[in-house]
């Protein structure tokens, strides 16, 4: 303040008399634009920008004084302007604020003793001139040409032959959502410069003690932080937000000194519902060189060490980060059906001698040693009269004679036949037996497993429901390449080992459900229904196993099928006595057939379901 005295009481004394600003105008220009006409009595430097809520251009003229007759001009009202209020800002500055119906661009001349603000009439009605001194003369100078518009196509063309064009464009543009200023800065003092983005933004700027230069810039229609970043940087300075607001203005490397002369600040952050390891890594980067994060499981925080505003951002961060997730409820049906049909149809012959050769397989035949009759009947005398040759029903072959004996498909019968049906015919001492026997049979067996499980989002969730089987499995070469150093371990160590390894088998379901902002639920999905059986041989076991993994999206409640699989195996056989089984008509007395169809289905279903917090009691 004192230094502004000086600066006036030396302009008083005999200094370069500042430019008195001494009108006001507001005028319709061409093409249906608005000029706000500024007249000065010399020369002065400006700068401007523009503020949207409410929208406000503002013009500060340095090297001015204010000689208007008076501050504030009401009910304009005309070329989208409403009001105007000027200020002797500061001892050598004039703002001059233009208030208007709505935000707009705009161009800013110097003519001469004059500077116009030229801008869209966007009510495009037409109005009369006004000024602050209405017996004044406005010199008529036409409005600076301006381009017609250009049709979305032809704008959409230009702006990218002017980015394929542009030397400049080596990286995408950083993306801000702060508010955007349009200013002009010339010859302008740093400090100035600072003021007015204090100005536009609200917040508290403050430079350091070696803060100092002149900065011409125009900057249009940017966001105000990357517009004061790009000043700065082409300053070799930089600028730092405290926790309260403030935003501290110096060279990069007073800065860290600064920090380094600064206490650390040690807090306790509690957390709740994350892993707290996972929150002490997502910090690290937000904290400085001297900072650091400590998780403590036991009490589940985080204790933050640092600056005072790196502490706020962390404890920002862990607010951000520690939120309740939501849970989701995943039901799955895994239905596995096997049916089996099985039909069988065959024919047997068996002939005999009753008093010869007999092959006694299918039916059984009497015995030809004598020592196997029975006595039925007998005279007085004890002479005996009427015998009977115990039957024989054995797998042999008895001679007693030169007679025939034959069998036909004896061997190859159907397995617990459900129709056998027995004929004997007798041709002197032969007996001819025929055996039909018919076979059909189904089998059904339908398993429905339907696991569920409950998880929070993210977070991968499992359920077994089996055993675990152990398998043996044995290194046969365990004892071999040892070496003299094996040798000398004994003859023991030879042997092969055998250790015990444990299979999972049973129903087993593995999620990993994620919730998008929609409602939509994305899950990453393992089912899987497996046995053991005993394996032919020595081999041990065999593991039957259906399963399916798949990722899918499903709505909250809808029912997706993640695998189907049908396998059908047919198997038709037959058998039966050569050439005869292959004769016309009669070929089916004389073979057995087999018909085997087996079909096993496979359906996995999943349905998921979020469970939404409940709203708490008001």
């Known amino acids: 303040m004192m230094l502004h005295t000086l600066l006036f009481l030396w302009a008083a004394a005999g200094g370069d008399d500042p430019a008195n600003v001494t009108e006001l105008r507001v005028v319709p220009a061409a093409a249906g634009y608005t000029e706000v006409v500024v007249r000065m009595s010399g020369e002065v430097s400006y700068s401007d920008f523009l503020l949207t809520d409410p929208p406000r251009l503002i013009v500060d003229l340095k090297g001015a004084r204010h000689a208007l007759p008076r501050d504030n001009f009401e009910n304009i009202n005309r070329g989208g302007v409403i009001r105007l209020r000027t200020s002797q800002f500061r001892d050598d500055v004039v703002r001059i604020v233009v208030e208007l119906e709505e935000p ?208 706020e951002i962390a404890r920002q961060m862990v607010t951000d980060l520690d939120v309740r997730t939501p849970q989701v409820v995943i039901s799955a049906k895994i239905i596995f059906v096997d049916r089996t049909d099985i039909e069988e149809f065959g024919v047997s012959w068996d002939l005999k001698d009753t008093s010869g050769n007999q092959i006694n397989l299918l039916t059984p035949g009497p015995s030809t040693d004598p020592r196997d009759w029975e006595i039925v009947d007998a005279d007085f005398d004890g002479v005996p009269e009427t015998v009977v040759k115990e039957l024989v029903n054995e797998n042999q072959v008895s001679f007693a004679g030169a007679s025939l004996a034959a069998l036909a498909n004896a061997r190859d019968r159907p397995a617990s036949p459900a129709l056998t049906l027995l004929t004997s015919t007798a041709i002197g001492d032969f007996r001819l037996f025929n055996f039909i026997e018919a076979l059909e049979r189904m089998e059904l067996s339908d398993i429905v497993a339907a696991p569920t499980i409950q998880t929070m989002d993210n977070q991968q969730a499992q359920i077994l429901v089996g055993e675990r089987t152990p398998v043996r499995v044995v290194d046969a070469g365990a004892g071999g390449g040892l070496g003299a150093a094996g040798a000398q371990q004994g003859a023991q160590a030879q042997f092969p080992q055998a250790t015990v390894d444990y299979q999972e088998t049973g129903i087993k379901l593995e999620v990993t459900p994620h919730i998008t902002f929609d409602r939509q639920i994305v899950m990453d999905l393992h089912a899987e229904r497996s046995g053991v059986a005993i394996a032919p041989g020595d081999i041990g076991f065999t593991f039957r196993t259906q399963e399916g993994s798949t990722r899918l999206i499903l709505a909250d409640g809808e029912t997706g099928v993640i695998g189907g699989l049908t396998i059908t195996d047919v198997t038709e056989a037959e058998s039966g006595i050569p050439i005869l089984m292959d004769l016309p008509l009669v070929g089916p007395l004389f073979r057995t057939t087999r018909s085997n169809e087996k079909k096993q289905d496979l359906l996995i279903l999943v349905t998921p379901h979020i469970v939404d917090e409940p709203v708490a009691a008001r």
């Not at 400090?191 to 011409?216: C, H, I, M, Q, W």
């Open 104 to 311: 707009t661009s705009y161009t800013l001349v110097r003519q001469g003793g004059e500077i116009r603000v030229s801008f869209p009439n966007l009510a495009g009605v037409a109005f009369d001139s006004w000024g602050s001194e209405p017996n004044s003369p406005v010199a008529d100078v036409p409005a600076p040409a301006r381009p017609v518009a250009a049709t979305p196509r032809q704008a959409q063309e230009r702006a990218a032959a002017q980015q394929e064009e542009s030397p400049f464009q080596t990286r995408a543009s950083p993306v801000s959502q702060m508010p955007r200023i349009t200013v002009t800065f010339e010859n302008t003092d740093i400090r100035d410069v600072l003021n007015n983005f204090a100005d536009f933004t609200g917040k508290s700027f403050v430079p350091g003690a070696g803060v100092e230069g002149n900065v011409t810039a125009n900057i249009r229609n940017q966001p105000w932080d990357l517009a004061l970043k790009a000043i700065l940087e082409a300053h070799g300075l930089t600028a730092v937000e405290t926790a309260t607001g403030i935003i501290r203005v110096d060279r990069l490397e007073n800065l860290q000194e600064r920090q380094q002369l600064i206490q650390l600040e040690t807090q306790i952050l509690k957390v709740n519902y994350a892993p707290v390891a996972d929150v002490a890594a997502a910090l690290a980067p937000a904290l400085s060189e001297r900072g650091q994060a400590i998780a403590n499981v036991a009490t589940n925080s985080i204790i933050v060490t640092d600056l005072p505003e790196n502490v």
